[in-house]
């Protein structure tokens, strides 16, 4: 069985009071707190039974601080089995390659799939411990194939942040599709095709 494990997005902020100020200034709309799937909660019934879809929530995604999220990784990474798909979503995204830039996992990676991926402070606010200065020769040697998906239109990440995961990683399968959503989408068959195509 193909394990696949998503990591989710999140937000960061410079500290304590922004977030709280966050808090009580967002703008609210209902159609927010209305359940509705996303390509998330969708992608093990649209992958099917050959594969496992493991998706870990990350301590405090609201106000997510990068050490809190590599402790619980680590833990979690027990379950992980070799060959095993990685995929992270905007904070989660530069969460993997930060982690893995630093880090080695244990369990073999078939793919590292990136979807909205920020890079840096300069063009997406307060990434604050998450930032990545460089994208390390230990990332590429252990993350698998690279695939990045990113959109022209993105709200949240600018041109400037793909254009550096493009320098950095030149080697790697770019898709750039319509993202005025930030990818947060129910229907993503662009995905589960990049995922059942990896060899």
């Known amino acids: 069985m193909q394990q696949v494990i998503v990591i989710h997005g999140g937000t960061t902020f410079k500290d304590y009071d922004a977030y709280l100020q966050s808090l009580s200034q967002k703008k609210l709309d209902i159609g927010r707190f209305i359940y509705k799937p996303k390509w998330k909660e969708l992608l093990q019934d649209n ?3 050959e594969y496992q879809v493991l998706t870990p929530s990350m301590p405090n995604s609201t106000n997510a601080r990068y050490n809190e999220w590599k402790l ?4 979690i990474s027990s379950l992980f089995t ?4 990685l995929i992270g979503h ?3 995204a530069i969460f993997l390659v930060k982690y893995l830039s630093e880090n080695s996992l244990q369990a073999k ?3 590292t799939i ?5 890079y840096d402070d300069e063009t997406t606010e307060d990434l604050t411990d998450f930032k990545i200065k460089e994208i390390s020769r230990r990332f590429t040697e252990q993350a698998g194939k ?3 998906f990113n959109g022209l239109d993105d709200p949240v990440i600018s041109r400037s942040d793909l254009r550096k995961y493009q320098q950095q990683l030149p080697t790697a399968e770019f898709h750039i599709l ?7 989408r129910a229907d993503f068959p662009e995905l589960v095709d990049v995922v059942k195509g990896v060899t």
């Open 114 to 118: 990136l979807v909205a991926a920020p």
């Open 90 to 92: 905007s904070l989660g």
């Open 82 to 85: 070799n060959d095993c798909i």
């Open 72 to 75: 619980w990784f680590e833990h």
């Open 146 to 148: 690279v695939v990045l």
């Open 47 to 49: 992958l099917g039974s």
């Open 109 to 111: 990676i078939k793919a």
């Open 178 to 184: 319509p993202a005025p959503d930030h990818f947060v």
